[in-house]
């Protein structure tokens, strides 16, 4: 006689049914399950890799783009059930696993919910560890992780995946904890993608680091400078009176935060901060720029790091070396266009500018031709 189905493999089939209140029935049970099983001597990873079968086919049978959204915030939410870190970080494995091992058989039509409910397991993953207070080990345990199972040549992790993951990174982190996190908590969450970008053969996934990360920071610098200027203000506003302004904003400038001025030298004001505002671009993290450049030199700088790494690497450490400094590098525009494969770093930054159309007639006579020269905003590349 055929012994019953593991309770894992029946959660499997019941998530995985073509009947949605069976579906739904399943995902209530789960929680409960998982809560329970968890303070029992927890799973293994095959077990969970089981359930994550189920959960996997679960959002994709589900229609409709609000009752995606919100199957993908229960799934995600799941990882709040485990009792204990081991566990949640286990889940968190088994998602990637999973995805890693279906990524390729998900079609165009469905892709977007499942991009969704990657963004939701990041966030949530950032939610427990900002639970745990932001405990160093516990985030050791995440970057190690994310480093094996997403960013090793090994990882076995597929490109869209990879990219996926590293242009959600820097927003979902800054969402979650851009209230607590120091500059220097900042800096150990990108350390993985300083480490990758620095050994990294895969032209793909260097690019799309420079873009995502470190693009990222040079473009929210501006941003950066207004949060923190908000910050020193209302410190200001709420001190005992003893010290004065002038030695409050002295004390404040040497924090790990920076405060930076324009490339003209004169210091940042409220209107200069305000002026690159255009558009809300939510939280955003607070970086020590000159500690970052230091970090990226001292990877780029060593003999096994690729040469055409380190060079697009250096530039990069210029712009965050005049950032310490406080310039900014919309500040001048290039004479003529790049054509160097290196602005594919910078490609979130590049803005266009309109020249006036000049002149240049054809030879024997022909009718003049008008030229609109566009050019980036980045002088260094």
Known sequence: MAS??????????????????????????????????????????????KLWKGLFYCLWMQDKPLLQE??????????????????QFLYMESFLQTFKREWTGIDRLRMDKFFQLVRFMFRQ??????????????VGRFLELLTVQVLQS???????????????????????????????????????????????????????????IFSAIIDQAPFAI????????????????????????????????????????????DSDSEAPCDEDIGPVLQFDYSALANKLFELASRSSTPSQNRQRL??????????????????EYPEEVSTDEDDDMFGSRKRMKRRKPRMEEEDEGDAPVVLLDLLPIHPLI
């Open 4 to 49: 019953d189905p593991e309770p894992e493999v029946q959660f499997a089939q019941r998530l995985a049914s073509n009947e949605k209140p069976v579906r739904t029935r399943a995902m209530k049970k789960l929680r409960k399950y998982l809560n329970v099983r968890s303070q029992r001597g927890g799973f293994t990873g095959d077990e969970l890799l």
């Open 125 to 138: 993953t950032f939610e427990m560890l900002k639970r745990k207070k932001w405990e160093s080990s516990v």
């Open 226 to 269: 207004d949060e923190l200027m908000k910050e020193v203000k209302a410190a200001s506003d709420s001190d005992s009176g003893q010290a004065s302004e002038g030695d409050d904003g002295e004390e404040q400038q040497t924090a790990s935060k920076p405060v930076g001025k324009k490339k003209t030298g004169r210091p940042i004001n």
């Open 154 to 212: 090994g990882s076995g992790a597929p490109s869209g995946l990879q990219f996926h993951i590293l242009d959600l990174y820097m927003t979902e982190l800054a969402t979650v904890g851009s209230a607590e996190l120091t500059a220097d908590q900042n800096l150990i969450f990108i350390e993985p993608f300083c480490k990758t970008a620095a050994k990294t053969k895969d032209r793909g996934l260097f690019r799309t680091i420079c873009s995502s």
């Open 314 to 331: 250096y530039k990069i450490i210029k712009v965050l070396r005049d950032l310490s400094e406080g310039i900014f590098p919309q500040d």
């Open 70 to 87: 919100e199957l993908s915030k229960q799934i995600s939410s799941l990882i709040h059930s485990f009792q204990d870190v081991d566990g």
